[in-house]
């Protein structure tokens, strides 16, 4: 059984870092690409930041720069490192990952969600 746990969220002021963390857990034979999904109060869920399985890194515009994302395969996690934080960033962030299963069929997991609040 795979599971994801997240950890690191919280409540910050704006201007301040977080970092999460995401451990995937249970039997894996390998992941392919990993990232992290935020949703904020009635807004659809979007795409922070995805790493592939060579480290490749995609970002989207309104994070460029203030967030990073990095893996740790040794150790099937990945993390979020998220810098300069606005209000905007507010959410429930979750994280995202490709497990590649027998004959390199590929299956969604997903954490259950750590809350972000920016705000003083």
């Known amino acids: 059984q795979v599971q994801l746990v997240e950890s690191g969220g919280g409540l910050v002021q704006p201007g301040g870092s977080l970092r999460l963390s995401c451990a995937v857990t249970?039997?894996?034979?390998?992941?392919?690409?990993m990232g992290w999904y935020r949703q904020a109060p009635g807004k659809e869920r979007e795409l922070v930041a995805s790493?592939?399985?060579?480290?490749?890194?995609n970002y989207p515009q309104f994070v460029t720069g203030r967030f990073a994302i990095s893996r740790d395969n040794g150790k099937n996690t990945v993390y979020l490192q998220m810098n300069s934080l606005k209000p905007e960033d507010t959410a429930v962030y979750y994280c995202?990952?490709?497990?590649?299963?027998?004959?390199?069929?590929?299956?969604?997991?997903w954490g259950q969600g750590t809350q972000v609040t920016v705000s003083s």
């Open positions: 249970g039997s894996i034979r390998s992941m392919s690409a």
């Open positions: 790493i592939s399985s060579n480290g490749s890194t």
């Open positions: 995202h990952v490709l497990i590649v299963g027998v004959a390199g069929i590929e299956f969604d997991f």
